[in-house]
């Protein structure tokens, strides 16, 4: 009877750990770890992780605005009538925002292009929301764009790709001060370099 459940089962554990390696960070030996654990634990617990999961699946979606993530339509910073919408913060992730508003010195509003172009990876402009982003500047109530890619090739790529794009409007356009070191992402620098670059930020 034992081995009858555990010859069934192989498929179904092999498969959730299969999803769980594919969480950044997580290897095949912490996936089976963490299988392991949520199956020799609470059954309730369990469920109410999925039931989680799945809630925030179906709820939370892209702002129609910024794209950052949010429940509503708009994310609680566009819906904020106190942020200045003249001026627009370009980054890569809703990660990458979040980093930016813990560090609280920017009042702005974001424009979230969910990822940089990688030609190589096949991560052309359609697959960001550079038109939308264009589209917003072309409304003419923003002043200025501050590009805040991560100082990576492929992020320095994408705010120049961004410039070019918007140079017919005539808004003006910044890059982060090098503050942040380069190569590596927004998410590793602490609150006071952010806020240092927004502040240093340069003509691009
Ligand atoms: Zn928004």
Known sequence: MEDATLGESPGALAQLTQEFTKLPGIGPKSAERIVHFLLGGDRADALSLAEALRTVVDQVRRCKQCFNLTEGELCSICANPKRDPTTICVVETPRDLAVLERAGSFRGLYHVLH??????????????????????????????????????????????????????????????????????????????????????????
């Open 115 to 204: 990822g940089r172009l990688a030609p190589l990876d096949g991560v052309g402009p359609d697959q960001l929301t550079l038109d939308a982003l264009l589209r917003r500047v072309q409304k003419g109530e923003v002043k200025e764009v501050i590009l805040a890619t991560s100082p990576t090739l492929e992020g320095d790529g994408t705010a120049l790709y961004a410039s070019q794009m918007l140079a017919a409007t005539k808004v003006s356009i910044t890059r982060l001060a090098r503050g942040i070191a380069s190569g590596s992402s927004l998410d590793l620098a602490n609150s006071q370099m952010l806020a240092d670059a927004l502040d240093g930020r340069r003509a691009f």
